[in-house]
Antibody
Framework: QVRLAQSGAEVKKPGASVKLSCKTS????????IHWVRQAPGQGLEWMGW????????AYSQKFQGRVTITRDTSASTVYMELSSLESEDTAVYYC??????????????WGQGTLVSVSS | EIVLTQSPVTLSLSPGERATLSCRAS??????LAWYQQKPGQAPRLLIC???KRATGTPARFSGSGSGTDFTLTISSLEPEDFALYYC?????????FGPGTKVDIK
C-alpha cells in the first residue's frame, strides 16, 4: 500500500531553518511527483511547491521562493523540504502529498501524516 | 493568484440530508477543480478532481459539478462519517490554491 511517512515534530527559533523528510513506499518513486502543503493552526491549506518524480525539476510558490528548497534521494525513496529564515508565521503542520496523475496534475491523493513545525523565541 | 471563495462557512445538517457546497473562483479555472475532505487531526483526502471525477475510493454519494468560476460539491445523503471540513482546490492557474473551507456539522 502507498505510504508517505514524515519526520517528527520540530521546534525552531526565528531565523533558523528546518528540513523535513517524507519517506515514500508502496509505489514506484520515480513515477509520481511529491508536493508540499502547509496548514497553520486552525487555518486552511497552502501549497508550497513540488518536485518531479522522474527528475530533480522543482517549482515553488512565489510566496516561498528563495526560502524553500525541495530535494529528493531516489535511492531512499525520500523527499526533503527545507524552509529557511523561519518566522512565527511559519508555525504550521507541513504535509507531503503525492501527485494523483503522476506529474503536474497538482491533485494530491496520498498524504503524509503531517509534521508540526513550531517557531518561537 | 486565483482566490477561491467557499460558501457557506458552516452547513448544519442531519444524517440523511443532502449537502450542497459551493466554490467560486476569482477567474476561470476551466475544469481544473478538486474537492478534499479533512477530519480533525487528519490529512486531507482527495474526493473529486477535474470538477466531477471521483477519486479512487470516493463513494458515489459525492458528486461534483460546474465549470469556469462556479462549482458545487453535492453529498446526496449524509452519512455520519461525512461530517467534516471540505476544501476546494484549483489547478487551472499558477499557483494552485485552496479555498478556505466549508464545515459540515451535525444539526
Amino acid at each position: 500500500q502507498v505510504r508517505l511517512a514524515q519526520s517528527g515534530a520540530e521546534v525552531k527559533k526565528p531565523g533558523a531553518s528546518v528540513k523535513l523528510s517524507c519517506k515514500t513506499s508502496g509505489y514506484t518513486f520515480t513515477t509520481y511527483a511529491i508536493h508540499w502543503v502547509r496548514q497553520a493552526p486552525g487555518q486552511g491549506l497552502e501549497w508550497m511547491g513540488w518536485i518531479n518524480g522522474g527528475n530533480d525539476n522543482t517549482a515553488y510558490s512565489q510566496k516561498f521562493q528563495g526560502r524553500v528548497t525541495i530535494t529528493r534521494d531516489t535511492s531512499a525513496s525520500t523527499v526533503y523540504m527545507e524552509l529557511s529564515s523561519l518566522e512565527s508565521e511559519d508555525t504550521a503542520v507541513y504535509y507531503c502529498a503525492r501527485d494523483y496523475y503522476g506529474s503536474g496534475s497538482y491533485y494530491l491523493d496520498y498524504w503524509g501524516q503531517g509534521t508540526l513545525v513550531s517557531v518561537s523565541s | 493568484e486565483i482566490v477561491l471563495t467557499q460558501s457557506p462557512v458552516t452547513l448544519s445538517l442531519s444524517p440523511g440530508e443532502r449537502a450542497t457546497l459551493s466554490c467560486r473562483a476569482s477567474q476561470s479555472v476551466s475544469d481544473f477543480l478538486a474537492w478534499y475532505q479533512q477530519k480533525p487531526g487528519q490529512a486531507p483526502r482527495l474526493l473529486i478532481c477535474d470538477v466531477s471525477k471521483r477519486a479512487t475510493g470516493t463513494p458515489a454519494r459525492f458528486s461534483g459539478s460546474g465549470s469556469g468560476t462556479d462549482f458545487t460539491l453535492t453529498i446526496s445523503s449524509l452519512e455520519p462519517e461525512d461530517f467534516a471540513l471540505y476544501y476546494c482546490q484549483q489547478r487551472g492557474s499558477w499557483p494552485p490554491t485552496f479555498g478556505p473551507g466549508t464545515k459540515v456539522d451535525i444539526k
